[in-house]
């Protein structure tokens, strides 16, 4: 147990439609990050939210948004599906303290886009 | 960018028999290292780390340690159970805003 939740733990949308995904955090932790795990490949990072401020972007178009609250949970907004937007979805956080900072991911939310 | 290179997998073994992934990592500066494991159909579970050179972190019989020299983090456990099949990642990065780079994992499987 991470103390990390996501909900909902699976989605079904079609291509074109908008989706949002929720993540709540651990107590006390100021920096959430979200992921995307296509089948069979490693997490590729998507942005990472510091005190309700993006301040990190992976190789993902302005279609991924996000938002962080200040009660510890965190929204993933994607609009306009596509297909190779099936994934699974993870969001982990931790306190941005400096080296070694141990992120703690959810469960996921399982994507699928027809 | 950052990268990491894992040993393709599936990784087959019987139980009790001895486990090395073998994981290389490019990075600017000096990030820290770790190892996270995803049983099926869940999220990913840290391991363990290490955020120094020559740090060995481990954790349920599981030891990996920080070889800056040759970039390199294996992993390795004395006697796999069936309990441990899963997949594993190696992931250098995490510190500050610089985020975890994974590679593909590798996926072992242990046989009573």
């Known amino acids: 147990e991470t103390g990390v939740t996501q909900s909902p733990t699976h989605l079904i949308k079609t291509r074109g439609q908008q989706v949002t995904l929720r993540c709540s955090s651990q107590?006390?932790?100021?920096?959430v990050s979200w992921y995307q795990q296509a089948l069979g490949q490693g997490p590729q990072f998507i942005f990472q939210?510091?005190?309700?401020?993006?301040?990190g972007r992976g190789n993902f178009p302005p279609r991924f948004s996000g938002l962080q609250f200040p009660n510890y949970s965190s929204e993933l907004n994607v609009n306009a599906l596509e297909l190779d937007d099936s994934a699974l979805y993870l969001c982990a956080s931790r306190v941005l303290a400096g080296v070694g900072d141990t992120q703690y991911f959810g469960p996921g939310t399982r994507l699928t886009v027809l | 960018g950052d990268s990491v290179t894992q040993m393709e997998g599936p990784v087959t073994l019987s139980e009790e028999a001895f486990l090395t992934i073998n994981c290389t990592y490019t990075?600017?500066?000096?990030?820290?290292l770790f190892w996270y494991v995803q049983y099926p159909g869940e999220g990913l579970q840290l391991l363990l780390k290490a955020t120094k050179a020559d740090d060995k972190g481990s954790n349920k019989g599981f030891e990996a340690t920080y070889r800056k020299e040759t970039t390199s983090f294996h992993l390795e456990k004395g006697s796999v159970q069936v309990s441990d099949s899963a997949v594993y990642f190696c992931a250098p990065g995490g510190s500050g805003n610089t985020p975890l780079v994974f590679g593909k994992g590798t996926r072992l499987s242990v046989i009573a």
């Open positions: 990075a600017t500066g000096y990030p820290s």
């Open positions: 939210y510091y005190r309700e401020e993006e301040n």
């Open positions: 107590s006390g932790h100021n920096t």
